[in-house]
């Protein structure tokens, strides 16, 4: 384990997904999404396979245990981009980038319903905590009664918590695929699986882009790619509770590119929000990395010797 390699490689990730969501937010005014997630996946492929390939990974990473699994989590995955990616048209990146660390709160949630995972009150006190930091981000963007209502704003919000619904929902199908099957298949698949359903959106009016539109876009595939080979290097490199808390840097670039390049100045009620999802998100990371080393105590304690 390298753990200073492992916050280096999560960092790298943070930003190169930042970086290539605010490419695709930069074409969201003219290119629809579902025409977004084709080029954002269909790009990646050819990253991953080359990584595979000098890993010497090509032959064995892509073997497929349960390809319904992986069938299950490219939609939820795919449903979850295509959300969040039509979210950003309306939204300003830095708000698009806290509703969506609502997901990793949901996932709590959904992992106790349809896995049966054991979840005490701490953590049910903490997603409580992260969801009124959600409802006070929402909050501006969902007075629909209220006169001179920003409906296109509200409905964008919508979308992108929508997106944090089947993100969570896609990290649920990914906990129960690691049981059987390799992290690399897990990559490659859901490129796959997302490049394949994206084209059901074609009939509802993808466009021509624009040569800069079109840059963007195979820009925004690439950068996938190779945020996904440093995320996952990253889990290798060191423990995944101490590099996870590095995911909500995000937010620090998102208000950087947000104010820099597209003219976005954050709410204090965001920011708000914002601080108290991270805050619920960081101690519930917390408290897993503590229970990992009473469970690793426990099983030394009780393994016999010699």
Do not use: N
Not at 113 to 133: I, K, Q
Not at 198 to 212: C, I, K, Q
Request: hydrophobic share 55%.
């Amino acid at each position: 384990m390298r753990p200073l390699r492992g916050i280096a490689l999560k960092l790298g990730s943070v930003i190169v997904f930042i970086v290539m969501v605010s490419m695709i937010k930069a074409t969201a005014d003219h290119v629809p999404a579902g025409q977004s997630v084709f080029f954002r996946s269909a790009f990646a492929i050819p990253v991953i396979v080359v990584w595979l390939a000098m890993r010497r990974e090509l032959s064995t990473g892509l073997r497929a245990a349960h390809p319904m699994g992986h069938v299950w989590r490219g939609f939820a995955g795919t449903c979850a981009m295509g959300l969040g990616f039509a979210g950003l048209g309306y939204l300003p990146l830095p708000e698009v980038t806290a509703i969506g660390y609502a997901a990793p709160l949901l996932t709590v949630i959904f992992a106790a319903m349809f896995l049966g995972e054991d979840v005490r009150l701490f953590r049910l006190t903490c997603v409580a905590l992260g969801l009124v930091g959600v409802l006070i981000v929402l909050s501006p963007r969902l007075t629909l009664l209220k006169g001179g209502a920003d409906h296109a704003a509200a409905f964008g919000a919508l979308l992108v918590l929508g997106g944090a619904v089947f993100a969570a929902l896609a990290q649920v199908f990914v906990r129960k695929l690691v049981q059987t099957e390799k992290t690399p298949a897990i990559v490659f698949y859901f490129s796959l699986t997302a490049t394949v359903l994206s084209l059901a959106t074609l009939p509802f009016g993808w466009v021509w882009p624009e040569p800069r539109e079109l840059a963007l876009l195979i820009g925004a595939g690439l950068l996938g790619g190779v945020g996904q080979i440093l995320l996952t290097s990253s889990y290798r490199e060191a423990d995944a509770s101490l590099v996870a808390p590095f995911d909500y840097a995000s937010m620090l670039f998102a208000l950087a590119i947000g104010w820099f390049v597209f003219a976005e100045m954050p709410s204090l009620t965001m920011l708000l929000g914002a601080a108290l999802i991270i805050l619920a998100g960081i101690l519930i990371i917390l408290r897993e990395r503590r229970l990992g080393k009473d469970r690793a105590a426990q099983r030394k304690v009780t393994t016999p010797q010699g």
